[in-house]
């Protein structure tokens, strides 16, 4: 009876967890905010705006730098 009762915790566990796996979506779904707290064109902007663009590459995201 042991036996029985781990097969069927493990089987209501296994179903319990695929389920929220097949309805995300795609991550991310939307652009990624960079968000600098800088004015636009101050050497952290810059640098900030450098590595977004080389992270969008390297990723295949896009990001979004934000001021």
Do not use: C, W
Not at 13 to 21: D, I, K, Q, R, S
Not at 26 to 35: E, G, L, Q, T
Not at 56 to 65: D, N, P, T, Y
Request: charged letters at 15%.
């Amino acid at each position: 009876m042991n036996a029985i009762h781990r097969l069927a915790a493990a089987a209501t566990l296994g179903l319990a967890l695929a389920g929220p796996a097949q309805a995300q979506d795609a991550y991310p779904s939307k652009p990624i905010k960079v968000i600098v707290h800088t004015l636009p064109g101050a050497s952290s902007d810059v640098l900030a705006r450098a590595v977004s663009k080389t992270m969008g590459e390297q990723l295949g995201q896009s990001f979004v730098v934000e001021n």
